[in-house]
């Protein structure tokens, strides 16, 4: 995909491809409307950086390729805690921002968050296996692309999203229709 | 992000000059994603079988034709399939549209022959039509109409029809090259339909409407395109004496032939038509 790396159109229709999907992404993970921000750009700097290393014929899917470099980005920013990367003083994202962003960002924060009867069942999973689950479930990501995002094989994702499955299955009573929802999807 | 806002735009303008400015060079940004980053060898092997099919298929070749080679992109080696496309292929594709009616067209690349068969969404034929060269280069032709059960024939220095379907595979293959050069389509991953391993490539088109075609990575022709309002197969079959005869209609027992070629279901001839 070296063409993200040097033709400015192709990044463009690129970008506008993915960038709401990248958002919404980030959106479910982080708690502030600067971080999503953070995430979003350095993603896709990360992304017009790192085209060469991107191969379609291995089947891998764009989107599967940007979230996985945004949840890496956002496990990043979880560590680093108050230092900022190299990158992010570069990209600066949340520089970028201006009231109305600000306001949108925090809408769609809202607009993301789950209903606490699915976030409790989701705490009952041990963290891959809801990363695994939300992926899928919640993010819209096919498997493949899930997996590629975790960088597992396929085999080794779908091992993590069945027994996720199965302990979501756990907590699930007739009244919990979103839990409903999310296995069916599974 | 429900729509786009000034933070996206400001993105943008900021990812442009990134890009523009070189930065996409440095090796120690490079997202770590994934296992290896190294070109995979099963990739590069499929990709050298693709050069050696196109070599293989290749007829009335010059020395200086483009061959495609492993490192090419898509872009590159649909450019270099453009001069190595074999004319021994019959061409068929099956249109749905969303009203739910459908096309099928037929056409042999080497003589130009083609059919039009159209069906409405029941799936009953409702009208078709085929050219193929005649005697003294002429073209001869054949209209059905199975609504009125009527069909015509008629004999013209140049038909219309021989230059339709435009789908021939160099058509087919010049559009993709083109759109992925200018960027209106790109690469969007692999995907196995039915049992053949393609590309999957986006295209945005000049007034936003969005489609997905499926190119064989063997054959760099298409198999099939999903777009908002159509949705395509493709086959490209031998040019064996069974797939020839598919392109000319055998016109059914009992219908009026006319003394030229019947008009398509729907269409009306205004009334001032033929007055002095």
């Given at each position: 995909?070296?063409?993200?790396?040097?033709d400015?159109?192709?990044?463009?229709?690129?970008?506008?491809?993915?960038?709401?999907?990248?958002?919404?992404?980030?959106?479910?993970?982080?708690?502030?409307?600067?971080?999503?921000?953070?995430?979003?750009?350095v993603?896709?700097m990360k992304?017009?950086?790192?085209?060469?290393?991107f191969?379609p014929?291995?089947g891998?899917?764009?989107?599967?390729?940007l979230?996985?470099?945004?949840?890496?980005?956002?496990?990043?920013?979880?560590?680093?805690?108050?230092?900022?990367?190299?990158?992010?003083?570069?990209?600066?994202?949340?520089?970028?921002?201006d009231?109305?962003?600000?306001?949108?960002?925090?809408q769609?924060?809202?607009?993301?968050?789950?209903?606490?009867?699915?976030?409790?069942?989701?705490?009952?999973?041990s963290n891959?296996?809801?990363?695994a689950?939300?992926?899928?479930a919640?993010?819209?990501?096919?498997?493949?692309?899930?997996?590629?995002?975790?960088g597992?094989?396929?085999?080794?994702?779908?091992?993590?999203?069945?027994?996720?499955?199965?302990?979501?299955?756990r907590?699930?009573?007739?009244?919990?229709?979103?839990?409903?929802?999310?296995?069916?999807?599974? | 992000?429900s729509?786009?806002?000034q933070?996206?735009e400001?993105?943008?303008?900021?990812?442009?000059?990134?890009?523009?400015?070189?930065?996409?060079?440095?090796?120690?940004?490079?997202?770590?994603?994934?296992?290896?980053?190294s070109?995979p060898?099963?990739?590069?092997?499929?990709?050298?079988?693709?050069?050696?099919?196109?070599?293989a298929?290749?007829?009335?070749?010059?020395?200086?034709?483009?061959?495609?080679?492993?490192a090419?992109?898509l872009?590159a080696?649909t450019v270099?399939?453009?001069s190595?496309a074999?004319?021994?292929?019959?061409?068929?594709?099956?249109?749905?549209q969303?009203?739910?009616?459908?096309?099928?067209?037929?056409?042999?690349?080497q003589?130009g022959?083609?059919?039009?068969?159209?069906k409405?969404?029941?799936?009953?034929?409702?009208?078709?039509?085929?050219?193929?060269?005649g005697?003294?280069?002429?073209?001869?032709?054949?209209?059905i109409?199975?609504q009125?059960r009527?069909?015509?024939?008629?004999?013209?220095?140049?038909?219309?029809?021989?230059?339709?379907p435009?789908?021939?595979?160099?058509?087919?293959?010049?559009?993709?090259?083109?759109?992925?050069?200018n960027?209106?389509?790109?690469?969007?991953?692999?995907?196995?339909?039915?049992g053949?391993?393609t590309?999957?490539?986006?295209?945005?088109?000049?007034?936003?409407?969005?489609?997905?075609?499926?190119?064989?990575?063997?054959?760099?022709?298409?198999?099939?395109?999903i777009?908002?309002?159509?949705?395509?197969?493709?086959?490209?079959?031998?040019?064996?004496?069974?797939?020839?005869?598919?392109?000319?209609?055998?016109?059914?027992a009992?219908?009026?032939?006319?003394d030229?070629?019947?008009?398509?279901?729907?269409?009306?001839?205004?009334?001032?038509?033929?007055?002095?």
């Amino acid at each position: 995909m070296l063409w993200l790396a040097t033709d400015r159109d192709s990044l463009e229709i690129f970008y506008r491809r993915h960038v709401a999907a990248v958002a919404a992404f980030a959106a479910r993970r982080c708690h502030v409307a600067g971080d999503i921000a953070d995430v979003v750009s350095v993603t896709f700097m990360k992304a017009v950086s790192g085209a060469h290393t991107f191969d379609p014929r291995r089947g891998r899917s764009a989107l599967g390729w940007l979230v996985g470099i945004a949840l890496n980005e956002i496990r990043e920013q979880a560590r680093r805690d108050q230092r900022q990367s190299a990158l992010i003083a570069r990209v600066g994202g949340h520089r970028l921002l201006d009231d109305s962003d600000v306001v949108r960002m925090e809408q769609l924060i809202d607009a993301q968050r789950l209903s606490p009867q699915l976030e409790r069942a989701l705490a009952q999973l041990s963290n891959v296996e809801r990363e695994a689950v939300l992926l899928v479930a919640v993010d819209g990501l096919s498997s493949g692309e899930a997996a590629m995002a975790l960088g597992l094989s396929s085999t080794v994702f779908r091992a993590r999203l069945s027994r996720g499955k199965r302990h979501l299955r756990r907590s699930f009573t007739d009244s919990s229709t979103e839990i409903a929802e999310v296995i069916a999807v599974l | 992000m429900s729509g786009s806002g000034q933070f996206e735009e400001r993105l943008l303008t900021k990812l442009v000059s990134f890009q523009q400015n070189g930065n996409h060079a440095s090796e120690t940004m490079a997202p770590r994603t994934g296992r290896g980053r190294s070109r995979p060898i099963v990739a590069a092997a499929t990709v050298m079988a693709v050069a050696a099919v196109l070599v293989a298929t290749r007829t009335g070749s010059s020395p200086s034709d483009p061959v495609a080679t492993p490192a090419m992109s898509l872009e590159a080696r649909t450019v270099a399939a453009l001069s190595t496309a074999s004319h021994e292929v019959v061409f068929h594709s099956t249109v749905v549209q969303s009203s739910g009616s459908v096309s099928e067209l037929w056409r042999d690349d080497q003589t130009g022959a083609s059919r039009v068969v159209r069906k409405d969404a029941a799936g009953q034929v409702v009208w078709e039509t085929a050219f193929r060269p005649g005697p003294g280069g002429a073209v001869q032709g054949v209209t059905i109409n199975y609504q009125d059960r009527t069909w015509g024939e008629r004999e013209v220095d140049a038909a219309p029809g021989m230059t339709e379907p435009p789908e021939t595979a160099a058509a087919l293959q010049q559009q993709l090259a083109e759109n992925l050069k200018n960027g209106r389509s790109m690469e969007d991953g692999s995907e196995v339909v039915d049992g053949r391993m393609t590309t999957r490539v986006k295209t945005i088109g000049a007034k936003g409407e969005t489609s997905t075609l499926w190119i064989d990575n063997e054959t760099l022709l298409p198999v099939k395109q999903i777009g908002d309002t159509i949705n395509v197969t493709y086959s490209w079959a031998p040019r064996s004496s069974e797939n020839l005869a598919a392109l000319w209609p055998a016109v059914p027992a009992g219908f009026t032939k006319l003394d030229g070629p019947p008009l398509p279901p729907g269409v009306k001839l205004p009334a001032s038509f033929g007055r002095s």
